[in-house]
Structure formats: C-alpha cells, structure tokens
C-alpha cells in the first residue's frame, strides 16, 4: 500500500475513483488498508462503480441458479475485456453476499511493479504464457492444483475460456485449457475429476465493444501479415481503452452449475473426446445467456444486407451504430476494416443462430 500511495500513478487513480476526495485523503485511506478484502472493498469495489457511473448506460446481471454461499465455483467466462470482465463480475459476487473469487492474469499483464502490487492485493495468480513446453506443463499442473485447492477450500476461483481476447466475436472454450483443469484430479474418474471443479459458466455481453477499433485494427493487421508483433504498450493502451470507453449497456450472466448429471453421458469417451465435450457444454451456456443488444442485430442486417433483424433496433439505433462505424475509418482506414468490426458485433448473432439451430 506504500507503494501503491507513492506511485506518480497514484493521483490518477485516486482522482478517477474518488473525485471528491484530496490526494492526501486519498493516501490516508489506501495506507489504512490492512488486508485483500480491504483493497477490494474500498477500492476495486468503487473502481467498478465508477466505471458504471461514467462509461455504461445501463449494468445488469443474472444468476440461473443461486450460489451456495461458502462454497467454492469454478466461474469460465468468455473474455472481452482485459479488466473489466473479472471485475465487474466481483462487484455483483460482493453485492449479492457472495465472497470475491481468485482471478487469473496473464503474466504478460505484469507490466511493471505497480501492475504487480496491484495484482497481489486482490486475489490474482498468475498463468504463465511463455516459456518451453516443459516449463509451461509444469505451470499448467500447478495452476491446476492451485484452483482445486482453493474450490475445495471453498474458496472460488476465475478464469478466462481462452487465452487472450476474443476479439472477432466467436466466444469458444480452450480444450487445451479445459484438459488442464483435469491435471490435478482423479485421471481414472473424469466425471468425477470435472464435478468437483463446480464449473459455472459465465456470459459477460457489451452493447459496444471495449477496444473495438483496436481490436479491428489487430485483426485487419493480422490479414495482411503471417506475424503479427505487439507494439511495447499495447497492452496497458488496451486496458486503459477498455477502463475508460463508451460501453452502452453490459450484462453479466452466471449460469448453471455443470453437475454429475451433464457429464455422465460422456462417461466413455476416452480423454480428448471428453474434454471436447465439456468445451461445448461450456460453450452452450455461454452463447445462450449471452444478452444481444441491437448494435449485434444492426451489424448482423449490414454484413448479410438483410432486413432479418429490424424489429430489433430502431431507426436512431441503426444511425448512431453507422455514425460509430464511421469513425473507424480514422483509426483503421481500409476496406477490410469494416468488414471486421462488422463481424466483431455480427458473430455473436451467427453463434446464437446456430445454437437455435442445433438445440441446447
């Protein structure tokens, strides 16, 4: 906390979160912090809150099936925003009476000290992203003893269902990521293995996107060039752009518990072809409690030149995605671009079309 209080960062902070407070009262109540639910209470918690008050129309949320207080969940959400998903989803775990969770970041993120400093006052571990694959097994294994340890302690845990952003729109679970939680657990028993992991699956949906034209732009990038090179800042650019622009209207969506039940018809399946199926009963639930707003419906209408979904979205809603649209071509000119920022709203229609399709 004494870093924290005397980092040339801190007066931003500070200022963003508490706009009627000094700096030097600001000070006096970050050292006063003794413990992690300190921090988080009286500081990520109002962090969030501002969030909502200056960037967000509207912030709501669902539970399919009430939490079991005491107990501890695995939460698997799609990933849209560096921060803000894991954040957000405390802020509704607190208001609700439920304990805050253990939150993954991606060593990548550990950026400087104060990103560091940060992370170890609000219940984040780390997952190691780089290095060979024996040291990145060996990671894997002991971030997947860590989760179950903190579940069985009935203590909860978050973790994105990828590694990285989705950024076209196409919310899927990693198999590779879904194996790894299996590391730690009873390899002859994997429904077993799986039920007491208590995985929640959990859809965290923005009427406009975070990082949207940065997102474009990295995308339209990668279409011209096999490799793509993150630029040095490029991540801490996206967490601030993500903290900070217009959001419109956000829900977030905990579903229901996977239980014995969900996974014995795939009780002889082999490994892999289990895991599979985990990913899509992940996937199901994500797509389906994924709330579309008209800003989906309108991009969905533009990219396929149909009026399928007008009774959807109004006239002024369809002007002002257009005039945001517009505004792109600023940021990331070409002709690919707005076909990508098109599908980064579109997809999620595409996904849900799909599941309709097919059934739950």
């Keep these: ?39 988080q ?13 200056a960037t967000m129309e509207k912030f709501s949320f669902r539970f399919d099936s009430p939490l079991t207080s005491g107990k501890g969940y695995l939460f698997i959400s799609n990933h849209r925003d560096i921060v803000l998903d894991s954040s957000l989803l405390q802020m509704v775990l607190a208001d609700n009476g439920y304990d805050t969770s253990y939150i993954t970041y991606g060593d990548n993120l550990i950026i400087n000290r104060l990103a560091e400093d940060i992370a170890r006052s609000n219940k984040m571990f780390k997952v190691v992203r780089q290095g060979n694959k024996r040291d990145l097994f060996n ?36 198999h590779a990521l879904v194996k790894m939680f299996s590391m730690s657990g009873p390899q002859d028993d994997l429904i077993a293995n799986y039920e007491a992991l208590h995985i929640v699956p959990v859809s965290v ?12 732009g990295e995308i339209t990038a990668r279409m011209e060039t096999e490799e793509y090179e993150k630029r040095q800042g490029e991540d801490l650019n996206s967490i601030l752009t993500g903290i900070t ?28 072809a289990f895991c599979s ?33 007008k009774d959807f979205y109004t006239l002024q809603q369809k002007e002002a995605f257009l005039a945001r649209m517009e505004k792109l071509k600023v940021s990331v000119p070409g002709d690919k671009a707005s076909g990508v920022y098109l599908g980064i709203y579109a997809n999620p229609v595409k996904a849900a079309m799909e599941l309709s399709a097919v059934g739950r």
Excluded at 287 to 302: E, G, I, Q, R, T
């Design 41 to 53: 209470m009286e500081w990520m918690y109002y962090f969030n809150r501002r969030v909502i008050e």
């Design 205 to 216: 949906s923005y009427e406009y996107e975070p990082c949207d034209y940065l997102k474009t």
């Design 139 to 174: 990671h894997s294994v002991i971030l997947s003893r860590f989760m179950r340890e903190k579940i069985q302690e009935n203590q909860s845990c978050w973790i994105a269902q990828r590694s990285g952003r989705t950024k076209n729109g196409n919310d899927s679970t990693s």
């Design 277 to 309: 199926q985990v990913c899509g009963l992940i996937d199901r639930q994500i797509v389906a409690n994924y709330k579309l707003y008209p800003s989906n419906y309108v991009a969905f209408d533009l990219q396929e030149g149909t009026p399928r979904f």
């Design 1 to 39: 906390m004494e870093r924290l209080a005397s980092h040339e960062y801190f007066v931003y902070a500070a200022q963003f979160i508490f706009p009627n407070m000094t700096l030097s009262q600001a000070r006096e109540k970050i050292l006063q912090v003794r413990t992690v639910r300190d921090f």
């Design 245 to 272: 622009q217009w959001k419109g209207n956000v829900h977030i969506h905990f579903g229901t518990p996977l239980t014995r039940e969900d996974l014995q018809p795939y009780a002889a399946l082999d490994k892999n």
